[in-house]
């Protein structure tokens, strides 16, 4: 999704694994903008988010002397830092539900101004829904990996998936006509 | 079959995931169901729409806080380090000179002590033969290699702080202080083994 360049990225890499605080600045600039969205699409506060993404760059500067450059550095980093989102999640889990029920609201939801913004819809989505729809439709995390980072099973991640797509479906005003 | 796609099953044709069940069915509805197609069409649009949403930047520079952080546990680290060296040949004094001077019971606190502190120096040798350093490990593994050293770092700030003290600790309490450090040791050596990213932290 997002076209991000460090230059020069095999010199920086290996400065930065000697420590070198100039090469970790330079791989946060450069990083710094897709952690944070992912965070933020995936949390629900910005204030979340910017914690994420100093416990993000707080462990990559840390353990990228681990990091010999097998995937993609961005691969490497975006599963940190979706690993952190989600123990964020776990931790505020107690909002995790949907604001707008339509199986236990119809009458609300009939009535209710259909058409919202992506956006918004996806504000209103459960915390756990939210994630699955943004690591799979758009970071392309497979059903697989998201189990392995929610503890879930694959099954589960797809039936969010699944559940996610007709709430926004609905939300956003996109239902077949009967 | 005449009923139309689900999700389940929209999202499977979408995704080219054969393994959703009744899919070889869907597929036959599919191609003669205009409502069907359309349904997979919005889907294709919807998710066309997410990846588009533009990326939203942090407000905060955050890199200040980062780079302190990593000072200071560079430091701690440093300190525990060399603490742990000092707490080491102190506990191996003890035991060497000292043996002959203390109680009985002691004796075998202290020996139980030294075996703790060998088999946290023999696994620490094992790692180094490993070289980690070297070694490809995943996102996943890393976040494991690091909690385990935080929580070794603490172990060794304990243990110094023990060394340090004015007022011996109780042999018990730097007994029990090795073990955890030899049991986390153990999962450390674990993981970079086996790049197994799930010890029960």
């Known amino acids: 999704m997002h076209a991000m360049s460090l230059p020069d990225a095999d010199a920086v890499i290996a400065r930065a694994r000697l420590g070198d605080p100039v090469a970790l600045e330079a791989i946060y600039r450069a990083y710094a903008t897709p952690v944070y969205n992912l965070s933020r699409r995936i949390c629900r506060t910005t204030e979340d988010a910017e914690d994420i993404l100093q416990e993000t760059f707080f462990e990559v500067c840390r353990s990228i002397r681990n990091y010999r450059g097998d995937g993609s550095i961005w691969g490497w980093i975006r599963s940190v830092a979706s690993s952190k989102a989600l123990m964020r999640l776990r931790r505020n889990k107690y909002r995790d539900t949907d604001e707008l029920n339509d199986d236990l609201a119809p009458a609300r939801s009939a009535s209710y101004a259909l058409r919202m913004d992506l956006e918004s819809a996806m504000a209103r989505l459960s915390d756990t829904a939210r994630a699955v729809v943004w690591l799979h439709d758009v970071e392309g995390y497979t059903h697989d990996e998201i189990a392995g980072q929610m503890g879930k099973t694959v099954s589960f991640s797809k039936s969010q998936l699944a559940r996610a797509h007709s709430r926004l479906r609905t939300w956003l005003g996109e239902e077949a006509p009967a | ?201």
Not at chain 2, 73 to 94: C, E, F, K, M
């Open chain 2, 1 to 201: 079959m005449t009923a139309h796609l689900t999700m389940e099953q929209l999202l499977a044709l979408r995704d080219d995931d054969r393994s959703e069940p009744g899919l070889a069915a869907g597929r036959d509805h599919f191609t003669t169901c205009r409502r069907c197609q359309s349904e997979l069409e919005r889907l294709h649009q919807r998710t066309a729409r997410l990846r588009a949403l533009p990326p939203l930047a942090p407000a905060t520079d955050e890199f200040p806080a980062v780079h302190q952080r990593i000072t200071v546990a560079r430091q701690r680290r440093d300190r525990a380090a060399a603490s742990i060296g000092l707490a080491a040949a102190a506990t191996l004094v003890l035991t060497l000179i000292g043996r002959d001077l203390v109680h009985p019971r002691r004796l075998d606190a202290e020996q139980m002590l030294q075996n703790e502190v060998s088999q946290s120096q023999r696994l620490e040798q094992e790692l180094r033969r490993w070289n980690p350093a070297e070694r490809v490990i995943d996102g996943y593994t890393a976040i494991v290699v690091i909690q385990l050293e935080n929580k070794i770092a603490e172990l060794d700030g304990q243990l110094a702080a023990a060394a340090n003290s004015k007022h011996a600790a109780p042999i018990e309490n730097e007994i029990k202080l090795w073990q955890q450090r030899v049991g986390l040791m153990n999962a450390l050596v674990e993981v970079h083994l086996t790049k197994a990213n799930n010890v029960g932290l």
